[in-house]
């Protein structure tokens, strides 16, 4: 092979000339440019460094790696950082070994951000204008173009263009906060190691920093920033190189490695120090969710998923703590999923119904009134439970359309009921708190009202004990606004939440409604029902009405009397009824036989 020719060799100032020995700087480190040479040809390798020796490039010098063959270079990729450019001869070993190279790089090795510059002393081994474009290639040049000046150019390109890119893939892979991977990154470095194998004892987690919303409201963002970054200096610390550690989220790291690293007792441990933020020791906790199920064929994305449904537990029930995943977390979430499909279309398909359960005034046995409550009946004529699928239609938000739905069919079903004479009937009606909460419900109130022409002291809406105590200056003026409606108010499950008395004494409620569990307590007519008898004193405090649930027997009722009890509803005086059934069950009771 000629040489000379290949390298361009002339006569004039700007030829590549041969350097016996090459230069190196024995200065201080900087930092460097970092090129791989591709040539089975040792001429070229000794000119293309005595071309470029002693050059600054964007204000860098050059390092050069050495590699003779396309399987060397492989070898040297695979430990090498940061190589920005490659110099590759199309025909070494093979004709095709430099662009079979070119594939290892881009498709086995990943290596994307690293530039590509074809080198060929044999035009006609030039790969087509699909493989350049493919494969991503940065130049093409034969040997015989690359004089000194040509080659200074088109290194310079190359390098601007890795540059580019690295700074974009900052942007869009890493944090800038913590300087850590972000949630994509993470993704991918954890995909890259799974698929290497020999990752069976490792396992993903994510970490969260408890209440730090609370940390940014009280001290600030500035200062919740600082927490952030000395909580990533510590992890990066004592974690080390050896595990992938992100910043997946606002105050949520990732971290993938072996379990004796990745161990939840170390890394929480590591929180019981102080944190030292501008002159501040903070001392904050963190709750971990973790999973090992990286058994092959399992993705990163799929395994921060499972991690995240541990932390969800973990948050719940052992704040400060942490939980594995388990095969039987997963199979809850496919449920969930599965049972929020079948509730779409349950909605869409009109399975979905109202029954009524009546509510007795419990000294003259007459009805006062109805709660009307939603139902869900299968294809297959099975029921799906209330506490089962109304969970699931708040977290989706389908409960604001659901529960809009019920208000107006239970107000036309009060039409139809005053329509038999009964004209001091009251419906009530239960409210989320999601539905309570939307923008539009009081609006969606006042149509129903206007649509269905019901007088609105006939209308109750029921909100439980826990939404009545949330956000107490919210809900003391939306309250207020449905009372100027003239609907009443009542609160359900009375007992079952942690009630600020002086809170409650300013709500505009009318009635107290005692759950069924603390019904259920009374047993005969003299013993049981201390909390029952504790919320039927308040109510007489507060001038209240109290209406108890779930009565089941006249024990119960007797019971409930003797206490001061108003109302009751139950099986004892009826189940919850279809409209139709209803109707028989009052002209039943209206006209006994």
Known sequence: ?????????????????????????????????????????????????????????????????????????????HTERDVAVVLL????????????????????LKL???????????????????????????????????TRTKLYATVTAALRAYEQIRKLDELAFYDRLSCLPNRNKFIDLSEMRLASGGCSDDVIAILDIDDFSEIN??????????????VADRLKAELGSEVVLARIGSDTFGLMGGTQLVNPLRVLAMFREPFLVQDDSMVVTATMGLTNHLSEGVSGRDALKDANIALKRAKKSRRGSFVMFSSEMGSDIRERVRLLQSLRSAVE???????????????????????????????????????????????????????????RMA????????????????????????????????????????????????????????????????????????????????????????????????????????DRAFVSEIQDGASGGHIASMVIELGRNLNLTVIAEGIEDEKQAQRLRELGCHEG?????????????????????????
């Open 1 to 77: 092979m000629n040489t000379e020719n290949l390298l361009g060799l002339h006569t004039d100032s700007d030829a590549l000339h041969f350097l016996e020995d090459e230069v190196v700087d024995g200065g201080v480190k900087e930092a460097v440019w970092r090129l791989l040479v591709v040539d089975d040809e040792p001429d070229v390798h000794r000119a293309t460094t005595f071309a470029l020796a002693g050059v600054k490039i964007l204000g860098r010098p050059l390092q050069f790696l050495h590699a003779y063959s396309a399987s060397e270079a492989t070898k040297i990729l």
């Open 89 to 108: 001869d199309v025909v070494m070993e093979r004709e095709d070994a430099g662009l079979a190279l070119v594939k290892t790089i881009r498709q086995e």
């Open 112 to 146: 994307t951000e690293l530039r590509i510059i074809l080198r060929t002393g044999q035009p006609g081994y030039a790969p087509e204008i699909e493989t350049i474009h493919d494969f991503d290639i940065n130049d093409y040049k034969t040997k015989s173009e690359l």
């Open 217 to 230: 409201d009280a001290l600030g963002h500035q200062q919740g920033d600082r927490l952030l970054q000395a």
């Open 349 to 407: 398909s009109e399975r979905l119904f109202i029954v009524y359960q009546p509510q007795i005034n419990l000294n003259s046995g007459k009805v006062v009134g109805m709660e009307a409550l939603i139902r869900w009946r299968n294809e297959d004529g099975t029921f799906v439970p209330p506490d089962r699928f109304i969970p699931l239609a708040e977290a989706s938000g389908m409960i604001v359309a659901i529960g809009d739905w019920v208000l």
């Open 411 to 514: 107000c036309h079903e009060l039409v139809r009921l005053q329509a038999l004479g009964l004209a001091d009937l009251r419906m009530s009606v239960n409210v989320s708190q999601i539905q309570f909460r939307h923008p539009e419900f009081l609006d969606k109130l006042n149509a129903a009202l206007l649509d269905t022409g019901i007088s609105p002291r006939c209308l109750e809406l029921e909100i439980t004990e826990s939404v009545a105590m949330e956000d107490a200056d919210f809900m003391l003026e939306t309250l207020h606004l449905v009372r100027e409606l003239g609907i009443s108010i009542a609160i359900d499950d009375f007992g079952t939440g942690y009630s600020s008395l002086s809170q409650l004494r300013q709500l505009p409620i009318d009635r107290l409604k005692i």
């Open 569 to 593: 509803q139950g099986y004892l005086y009826a189940r919850p009824m279809t409209p139709p059934l209803l109707k028989e069950w009052l002209q039943a009771r209206d006209h006994p036989p």
